[in-house]
């Protein structure tokens, strides 16, 4: 086949995911001459975001395992002394898909909403308290119902991501898409609401310095014992003695040394340092560091969420990468990869041989032989169409809850709204992704059955709704109600699901991913399990490095650029420890 492409490159990059994009973006501004491919139609791998109905066609590629058609190792393009080595691998789907509708396809008529509803209420009024008629009021609360060709209709307007992240706002992603201007390509919404789950309810974790003093949820020596172990925490300097004899125990009995609450031990271990019962110590001071650093920069929590969705973020390197002469090709697949002397030479893409001196590939695009004995098993994760927030409160939030599991990971919940750009209005989503122990239907069932309603709606129904805070989220002194009746209560204002689909996919972060590849290729890892994409940035340096060692990863543009960033709350303050908790 003729190509117009170039045949030489100093960097080749197959898949474009979160890692790979960085690399290529990387290597293209300092003037290498890079290739980046993609076998997809759309940019990110399973870093993407979808609209509804591009999610289906991708479920569908999935199901189906669909292929490359592979060249053969006698091309003709490839020489004595070259070993082709065909690409095609056990990562190129995801597994265990289960996809659940828990509403009707269509409404039912006016007419069998009328006689539902009559069956459901006895001497039901003719006319509304505000003056409808019955029909007119059923028309109008057949607006609030929702089914399977509703949603479908607005499937352009939803962004379903494949692995919703956040960033801290201190942490390394945002430091790089400042100072390499990347930013401009970006927009931003503050996280406004951290959430944990205790005694089987939603509670709001306090932040900052001001939120752990207002918080009635914690008492007053509470708040000081919190304080002064925040404190430890952030001043922490490898010199310090302070956590001297726990390097080899846990954070939970670190805090147990302190003689920590009960109480105080789940705000600390499950929501400010994102751990559980078997964290390494200095690794859960590691967390709380980092989360405490983030503090104060733009919102009152330490995290940002990007608009339209996470599949954004790739997709913002590949424009600097393209910015600076890189070379772009969707819908084109590495067929093989030509090898000599443990060093890749080439690549063969539709008939033709593209010559390199490196070469960088995603695990999903990897030949088998690459990836040694990588397991396939790695993430459990969730997407949930749902009709409400799990905490309704007066304004729409961004919400992150860490919902533990105890003995196991935690299961990260996201929840995001329509004013993020990744659902219509008046419906909200809801991600869950936790470590893959069975499938993700098990896995993920303590969050679902805790959080969301998932029984099938019929269409004749409207549950209730409130526009003030749910009672599946704690008010703080209110302990009126009996543990029957809010049982009751917290099953009626649920959110209900209308759609779910449930996936596994592999993660291999945690593996050496350089041990069976020749000296000049470079696999990227997928999505991670961390919360943020501190991982991918460090893994795209590290590669970047070993390619380049004396050159400047991403370099500061000369302009300095802002985030761009959709601020609703002014920005809160960054941790102190000099103020003392008084009794209110």
Known sequence: MEDDLPSKYEVIVIGTGMTESIVAAAASRIGKRVLHLDRNDYYGGMWASFTFEALQKWLDECRNGKTNDFVKTSSPLVQDTEKSITIGNQFSTVFNIEEKWFIPEKLPSVGNLL?????????????????????????????????????????????????????????????????????????????NRILTWQSNKLETVPCSRADVFATKNVGLIEKRQLMQLLTLCVEYKPESDEFKGFEDKTLKQYLESKSLTENLMHYVLYAIAMSNDTTPCMVGVERTQRFLSSLGRYGNTPFLWPMYGTGELPQCFC???AVFGGVYHLKRAADSVIVANNECKAILSDGSRLDCDHLVMGVADAPPEFLGSVPKAGLSRGIFIIDRSISTTDKESLTLLQFPIKGKEPITVIEAGPSTHVCPPGLYLLHM???QIDNAVNDLKPAV????????????TIRINTDTQSTQTSKEGDSSASSGESSILNESLKPQIL??????????????LSQNVPNNVYLCSGPDLAVDYEFAVKQAKSIFSKMYPDSEFLPRAPDPEELSLEVDEAAGPPFQSSEEPKEE
């Not at 959080?451 to 019929?458: G, I």
């Not at 759609?499 to 050496?512: G, I, M, W």
Request: one cysteine or more; proline letters at 3%; charged letters at 30%.
């Open 319 to 321: 424009r600097l990468c």
């Open 433 to 435: 992704t936790t470590k």
């Open 115 to 191: 006689s539902a509803k009559n069956t459901q209420t006895e001497d039901s009024p003719k006319e509304s308290k505000d003056g409808l008629t019955e029909t007119e009021a059923t028309l109008k609360q057949n607006d609030k119902l929702w089914c399977q060709a509703k949603i479908k209709t607005m499937g352009r307007k939803f962004n379903l991501d494949l692995a919703p992240k956040l960033l801290f706002s201190r942490g390394t992603l945002v430091e790089l898409l400042i100072s390499s201007n990347i930013s401009r390509y970006a927009e931003f919404r503050c996280v």
């Open 499 to 512: 759609y779910a689909l449930y996936f596994n996919c592999p993660e291999t972060s945690e593996y050496d």
């Open 449 to 460: 059955d805790a959080l969301l309603h998932s029984e099938y709606a019929d269409g004749t």
